[in-house]
């Protein structure tokens, strides 16, 4: 492993995307079914992690990429914010 590598990076470079895919998936419809403030705070948690992945990958990432993935988070605040209050 190369000094600057993190070592959770490392983990989820060996996970199967399907099935990061098919967790994330479910996250978001238990929150979204979920009562109020319950799922909003699971969408923000979701939102925390994705913006924890866009901070690590933000060098190599092409702009339009980026662009795409701040309005993703944005939205994804958006609905967790409304659902909380």
């Known amino acids: 492993m190369q000094p600057t590598q993190r070592p959770l990076l490392a983990r989820l ?3 199967n995307p ?3 895919f098919l967790a994330a998936l479910a996250l978001v419809l238990v929150a979204l079914f ?13 939102a925390a992690g994705l913006v924890y992945l866009l901070a690590v990958t933000w060098p ?12 993703m988070v944005t939205l994804l ?3 967790a914010l409304v659902k909380i209050f």
């Open 13 to 15: 470079a060996r996970v």
């Open 34 to 46: 979920a009562p109020g403030p319950v799922g909003g705070l699971l969408l923000l948690a979701l």
């Open 18 to 20: 399907t099935s990061v």
């Open 77 to 79: 605040v958006t609905v």
């Open 60 to 71: 190599v990432q092409a702009p339009q990429t980026r662009v795409l993935r701040l309005v």
